[in-house]
């Protein structure tokens, strides 16, 4: 994605400045709890950024030079799937790639949640689509990489 591109869509009014703000102090506990796992380049160097503007929108965690977007959704989400799907459409058109997770899955099973960003940071198919010779621990740690050579 070329620079011109990128500030065109990060872009913001004041009033989507404050929002985004507000809405950083005012974290659920699911985006706090996943919050701790992806700042300070805890990804291989991957800078995150949370309640950032993209567009429109404002996108609950952002990774700019992957193109990723996170999104930590709530019950409300289920009854907004279409906007959300309006959403998602157009950051796609946008070059971004978006992940969605539930509430309860980042509250509960936040190693899997993290191995999930980790493939996609890296291209790798989820585990469920590799042959079982191939199927990636779910453990997590910076002990185990499974040798994967991680980013300076």
Known sequence: ????????????????????????????????????HLRLKQFAGYKFRRQHPLGNYIVDFVCLEAALVLEVDGGQHAESANNDAIRTQWLQEKGFHVMRFWNNEVLNNI??????????????????????????????????????????
């Open 1 to 36: 994605m070329g620079v011109e591109a990128m500030s065109e869509i990060t872009r913001m009014k004041a009033t989507t400045k404050q929002n985004s703000r507000s809405l950083r102090r005012e974290m659920t506990d699911a985006e706090k709890l996943f919050w701790r």
């Open 111 to 152: 190693e899997g949640v993290k191995l999930a960003i980790w493939n996609c940071l890296l291209g790798v198919q989820p585990p469920s689509q590799l042959p079982p010779r191939f199927a990636l621990p779910l453990a997590w740690g910076k002990e185990r990489n499974n040798g994967v050579r991680m980013r300076k």
